[in-house]
């Protein structure tokens, strides 16, 4: 106690009281309400880049992550009404764009695209999330293979279309041109025509990136690793039905 | 000593005295909790997740501490009669102001070395010490354009609320220029004063979106013009919020 306070005798009986009884009763209420609602309600419009500039007060890298953890809160989170499979996928689209031009250079945006929205049963929507993630590859195409990569490798193995595949391969050799780029990613179209499953070769495309260094970020490690593992047991369990 | 290295110091005191040193520190663990919080939830860019959240939290944090102390400190010191005090001495005006502006740039400074040492969790020390030198310019700038309006509205929440409206302002107003710019409909009349109101406001703003940017510490330092000329019209636009500072006090009947 300072010398400047009264000691706490000084401090009236009613008012002991009231102060217990607010808290216990702001307490009680918070532990008997339900708890923070999932995020159920419907992807809202995406804003434009330049609008989400704006927003991020001269501070795009952080906008531009935030906003993609704001994103992935209608898909990763658990218990969510509105799993990221029936999203409006044009809306999706609009966001990522929007997030990627807001801050170019980073990588989170095609990752969740290529690693997670593409990655979806129905093969309009993930047709949708590959255009977009060619359209962005164009741009940068350096820094923005290892995406396209992931998109050949589902273009032949999720959607069955070689042709498309050809394509991304094919975009895929001619336009990058770092040479610290893997030799599959260089050879992308013969890689792709190699008679392999998916799983085969998404353990060469996870080797090479891990040999070329392109996975320094302990989460992205885990999250490839634990995708790996679920593939190989979904194709365990195809194996043992046929 | 100089009356205005002595006044340097008593402010200096008096922050030290005031708690904002266990301010800097409370700042500094709800950024980095943060950041270390959000990083965990992200499948990729952890690191760069945590650089640029933090650094976008500290910079803003570090402007908006000592707004409000240098508002609070210099309404106080009007409304206990020291500044009377202080210049029945042999002490100029110029030399009372530009000491009270020595003392907080030097806080501004300290700020700056307290909040750039975590970047170098993520990022090189040449950026890192880039991004903290344009974080004390910039404090520079929050310092002078604080006094400037705690000298002129003389009343703490006014003259934060004016600091804090400047600051935004001049560090969104380049992406306000490229918004109005670039209209998703046919543009119209008004469409087009109101883009030239932002143009005009823009002249009277310094580029606050230039200076400290994360971007150097996540992918590459700024190329030496680049960062000289961002310094440099930080340190110009602190010069005239000083020269008008200085001009309102010198008209000021005490």
Request: charged content about 20%; glycine content about 6%; proline content about 6%.
């Given at each position: ?45 995406a ?122 391969a ?73 | 000593?100089?009356p ?57 944090g ?57 970047m170098?969790?993520?990022a ?6 880039l ?68 143009d ?40 005239l919020?000083?020269?008008a ?10």
């Amino acid at each position: 106690m300072s010398a400047r306070e009264r000691p706490l005798s000084a401090v009236p009986l009613w008012l002991w009281a009231l102060l217990g009884t607010t808290l216990a009763v702001q307490i009680g209420l918070r532990a008997v309400g339900p708890p923070p609602a999932a995020t159920a309600a419907d992807l809202p419009p995406a804003p434009r880049a330049a609008a989400l500039r704006a927003a991020s007060l001269g501070e795009p890298a952080a906008a531009a992550r935030l906003a993609m953890l704001y994103l992935q809160a209608f898909d990763l989170g658990a218990g969510n009404a509105l799993p990221y499979s029936r999203l409006d996928y044009t809306r999706l689209r609009a966001w990522l764009r929007a997030i990627q031009d807001t801050d170019p250079r980073s990588a989170y945006p095609l990752f969740s695209a290529a690693r997670v929205y593409a990655e979806v049963e129905d093969p309009a929507r993930a047709r949708a999330m590959l255009a977009f993630i060619h359209e962005a590859y164009r741009e940068d195409p350096n820094r923005r293979w290892p995406a396209l990569a992931h998109a050949a490798l589902l273009a032949k193995h999720r959607l069955k279309d070689l042709p498309l595949a050809r394509r991304y391969a094919t975009d895929l050799q001619r336009l990058t041109t770092d040479p610290g780029v893997p030799l599959w990613a260089k050879q992308m179209e013969v890689f792709i025509l190699e008679d392999m499953n998916e799983l085969e070769a998404a353990k060469i495309m996870l080797g090479g990136m891990l040999a070329s260094g392109r996975l320094e970020d302990p989460g992205e490690r885990r999250f490839l690793k634990e995708r790996l593992e679920e593939l190989e047991r979904r194709m365990a369990s195809e194996q043992r039905r046929n | 000593m100089s009356p205005a290295l002595l006044l340097a110091r008593s402010t200096l005191l008096e922050a030290r005295r005031s708690g904002l040193p266990w301010l800097v520190v409370g700042l500094l663990a709800a950024a980095l909790g943060l950041a270390a919080f959000l990083s965990q939830v992200a499948v990729t860019e952890g690191r760069e997740l945590q650089a640029a959240l933090a650094a976008a939290l500290l910079r803003a944090g570090a402007a908006f501490l000592l707004a409000a102390h240098v508002a609070a400190s210099v309404v106080r010191e009007a409304n206990d009669k020291v500044l009377e005090l202080a210049l029945a001495l042999p002490l100029s005006r110029s030399q009372y102001y530009l000491g009270k502006l020595a003392g907080y740039s030097a806080i501004g400074v300290g700020f700056a070395i307290a909040f750039g040492l975590p970047m170098l969790l993520w990022a090189n020390p040449g950026s890192a010490a880039l991004w903290s030198a344009s974080l004390a310019a910039e404090l520079l700038l929050v310092c002078a354009a604080s006094l400037f309006f705690a000298v002129t509205l003389a009343n703490v929440v006014p003259a934060i609320a004016a600091t804090a409206g400047l600051y935004l302002l001049a560090r969104s107003i380049a992406a306000i220029q490229l918004l109005a710019s670039s209209p998703v409909v046919v543009e119209s009349w008004t469409q087009r004063v109101a883009r030239g109101a932002v143009d005009t406001v823009a002249l009277l703003l310094p580029r606050l979106d230039a200076a400290t940017r994360s971007e150097w510490l996540l992918y590459a330092p700024p190329a030496a013009g680049e960062y000289l000329a961002a310094l440099g019209a930080l340190l110009l636009y602190t010069a005239l919020l000083c020269a008008a500072g200085l001009f309102d006090f010198h008209r000021r009947n005490l």
